[in-house]
């Protein structure tokens, strides 16, 4: 079954750090470019980094990078890996749902951004206390 499954968010202070992970099955994940976005309480969702398949680059918003970090792991398991999204330094605007998602055109847009994704996971909540 193809599928992504985030897990990893919650409440975290001010500062803080937390460790999303986006367990992918079902597909050879690393012929694919696959990455985060979030999406803030009345707000559009934007893209937040992403890791491709060519030569494993990495792509982040302005708004995470220097804080923020994507990583894949190394398991021998084509058809599931785990991609991370190691977020340090949380702010008050960094809340929302993230998403794990898997597309193509992952290019900045603003100070996020943008891609075509054709697959979503359901996402998980990160809360920022202050």
Known sequence: QVQLVESGGGLVQTGGSLRLSCEASGFEV????????????????????CIRARYGVKLYAEFAEGRF?????SSSDIMKKTVY???????????GVYFCAVGAAWVPRGNSLTASIDLWGKGTQVTVGS
């Open 30 to 49: 690393d012929m694919y470019d696959i990455g985060w976005f979030r999406q803030a309480p009345g707000k559009s969702r934007e893209g937040v980094a």
């Open 69 to 73: 970090a994507i990583s894949r792991d």
């Open 85 to 95: 999204l190691e977020m340090n330094a949380l702010k008050q605007e960094d809340p």
